[in-house]
């Protein structure tokens, strides 16, 4: 599976393609049997590239700082996530953490040798997918939470209108989401929509 993956290489605009660091890491793809779709600079147009190519991975090859790399591929990246490894020279702390925050998956220094660059991908490739599940049962949760706010509003509104009881308020939140086949947060909001507009 990871070696049919489409990768994008990214350079900072500045520094050549022709670099020895540029030729090590696209021999080491190429040995490794990936594809590379396109060598690009970091600028303005990246974000419309990565969109039209649709890279599974992207790789950014930066000699040094390459905080407006990461700025462009952060903006090129935030709607629709992949995961980035980034090959450098910079040892810096700070840079380091600025790339990982940033959604880089695997920040290597010095470290660009051909017989490194399959098992690199493969480490970057595992923790950026153990990230995006993490993100999604966040997300959930996060989801399920504001459901069940919703539904205790709503509940509470029932039972302050009608002077029910609590089990009697849900009860009859579940009545109403059966029969007109919704959700029962569904219900809730349509409720609390009404009582919104009627004040």
Known sequence: MSRHLRILV?????????????????????????????????????????????????????ESDARDVLEHIVLATRNERRPIVMFTEDEDTCAMEAALEAGVSAYIVAGLQAERIKPVLNVALARFRHEQKLREELESTRHKLAERKVIDRAKGLLMLRHGLSE?????????????????????????????????
């Open 10 to 62: 990214i350079h900072p605009p500045a520094e050549s393609e022709a670099s020895l660091r540029a030729h090590a890491l696209h021999a080491g793809l190429k040995e490794a049997g990936y594809q590379i779709i396109a060598s690009l600079p970091a600028d303005l147009h990246l974000p419309e590239q990565i969109a039209r190519l649709q890279p599974d991975m992207i790789i950014i090859d930066a």
């Open 167 to 199: 089990d009697q308020a849900y009860q009859k939140l579940r009545t109403l989401a059966m029969n007109k086949n919704l959700k029962l947060a569904e219900v809730a909001q349509r409720i609390l929509d009404v009582e919104d507009l009627l004040g």
